[in-house]
């Protein structure tokens, strides 16, 4: 391993991007900066990964400048306001204010920072493959603007690979040397929206890098920032790691989805068979039935997978199965209610819940949005309430609620309905008054007898 040996004479900006003879020693600077918290870090993507991921950083002390493309987004965090609803705005308002935390559109802001962070989405494209436009773009930005003895991570689930041939050959479009001129490295974030128990700073943290000098500084920088670094030895088997992470919870949920089609049809509650089989303290580990999985993860990493595993020539048919699986979970929900209904023409259906995560605004991939259209096709009317969605967000999958409002919690509210759909089991909702004034409930989450409340005459689904 490169030795890293502090090189106080050397400023920033001081390796010669061609000529460079002294690689070394600009990651001796960089080491020493981040070792005396001197270095400013750049998170491009201020998201539900980079937002706190930038929190974490600078309460470690490092200065951070913010770069988002989304100007609300921006706005928002330079004013000292969370943009989304599981982020504390307090410790961000006070960092804002202290000037430790800036956020900023213009990648001019890039030039300040010798560490950059890229947590921007990987989603997929129109044809279902991975669509890396965004990392391309924000490591494309950071290259023009980086200064040379800088180090780039990225952070976004992908497919293995993709540091080393994507990201890698846009930095050294700019003539330099990874690992002379540039630091590269790969962290994937492990962040779990609204889990109170493991934040940022706790979450173990796996660490690659595309050569010994820029592992090393990449330890270095979140070892400083969260409580346990494990080094990967190389790139691709962190991204992997990552992506092995995710299915493993898709192929879970898949598998729970299924256990609940075949546990009704044997009049069985699967709630309450997995409850039982997770008694046994060990080789089981409980995952729940749902409407279907939503959010940036799970309905996209099995498919960046499975799409990199074919591109070596291997099928990965369990992970397809998965897919079907979990896509096809809103279907059986739609079905489910239009079968209790005696049909969907004309009636009026109450959906409660549209984030895919219990008390996360997120609505991408959201099994509700799946929900409304298919039992609006079938001709119900439906409408919705949130408590942290007052209006539905534009999504490319479903532009066209983009803009409609939810209903506001009233007891006048809960009149006329033919029936209640709880699609995601918020907080802050009266489920014992809903059950008192729609004739029907469908619970896709169990949520009467998980809250301990009367559930009669609730049909689970
Ligand atoms: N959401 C999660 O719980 C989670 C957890 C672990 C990993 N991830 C991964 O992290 C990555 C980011 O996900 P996310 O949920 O934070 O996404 P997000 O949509 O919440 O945030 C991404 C941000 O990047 C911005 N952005 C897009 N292109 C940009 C560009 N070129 N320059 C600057 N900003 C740009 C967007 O405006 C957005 O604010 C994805 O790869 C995802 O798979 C997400």
């Not at 991007?17 to 993507?45: E, F, H, M, Y």
Request: some cysteine.
């Amino acid at each position: 391993m490169t030795a890293l040996v502090l090189d106080q004479a050397m400023r920033p900006g001081a390796v010669d991007a061609k000529t460079s003879t002294r690689p070394a020693a600009a990651a001796a600077q960089l080491a020493g900066r981040i070792a005396a918290r001197d270095a400013t870090v750049a998170v491009v993507g201020l998201g539900h990964v980079g937002l706190p991921l930038a929190l974490a950083a600078a309460q470690a002390g490092f200065r951070i400048v913010g770069l988002d493309t989304d100007r609300g987004k921006v706005a928002c965090v330079a004013a000292g306001r969370s943009p989304l609803n599981h982020v504390e705005p307090k410790v961000l308002q006070s960092l804002v204010a202290e000037g430790r935390l800036m956020a900023a559109t213009d990648p001019g802001c890039l030039a300040e920072a010798e560490i950059v962070l890229i947590c921007v989405p990987t989603p997929l494209g129109r044809d279902g493959t991975p669509d890396l436009g965004h990392v391309r773009a924000a490591v494309g930005t950071a290259a023009r603007v980086m200064r040379p003895g800088g180090l780039l991570v990225l952070e976004s689930t992908t497919w293995p690979g993709t540091t080393r041939q994507v990201v890698a050959p846009l930095l050294e479009a700019r003539g330099w040397r990874i690992g002379e001129h540039v630091f590269l490295g790969y962290s994937p974030e492990r962040e779990d929206p609204g889990n109170a128990r493991f934040r940022t700073a706790d979450i173990p943290k796996l660490v690659a890098g595309a050569d010994d000098a820029s592992r090393q500084l990449a330890l270095a920088l979140y070892g400083a920032i969260v409580a346990r670094v494990v080094p990967v030895e190389t790139l691709e088997i962190a991204e992997a790691a990552k992506l092995a992470e995710n299915v493993f919870r898709a192929v879970n949920i898949a598998l729970a989805n299924e256990l609940k089609l075949g546990f009704a049809a044997m009049g069985l509650d699967a709630w309450q068979v997995i409850e039982a089989a997770a008694t046994k303290p060990f080789g089981y580990m409980p995952f729940w039935p749902g409407p279907g999985p939503g959010g940036h993860c799970i309905p996209v990493d099995p498919v960046y997978l499975a799409w990199a595993a074919r591109a070596h020539g291997v099928a990965m048919p369990l992970l397809d199965a998965s897919i079907a699986v979990n896509a096809a979970a809103p279907e059986h929900v739609a079905a489910r209610v239009e079968q209790a209904l005696g049909g969907l023409a004309a009636r009026r259906v109450l959906l409660l819940g549209l984030g895919y995560k219990r008390n996360i605004a997120d609505v991408r991939d959201s099994p509700a949005l799946v929900l409304i259209e298919a039992m609006e096709a079938r001709g119900a009317t439906v409408g919705f309430h949130d408590p942290l969605v007052p209006e539905i967000p534009h999504t490319p999958e479903h532009p066209a609620l983009a803009g409609r409002p939810g209903l506001a919690w009233e007891a006048a509210m809960l009149a006329g309905w033919d029936a209640a759909l709880i699609v995601t089991d918020h907080d802050g909702v009266d489920y014992a008054a809903l059950r008192a004034h729609v004739p029907l409930v469908v619970d896709t989450r169990n949520t009467y007898a998980r809250r301990g409340l009367d559930a009669s005459g609730v049909l689970g689904a």
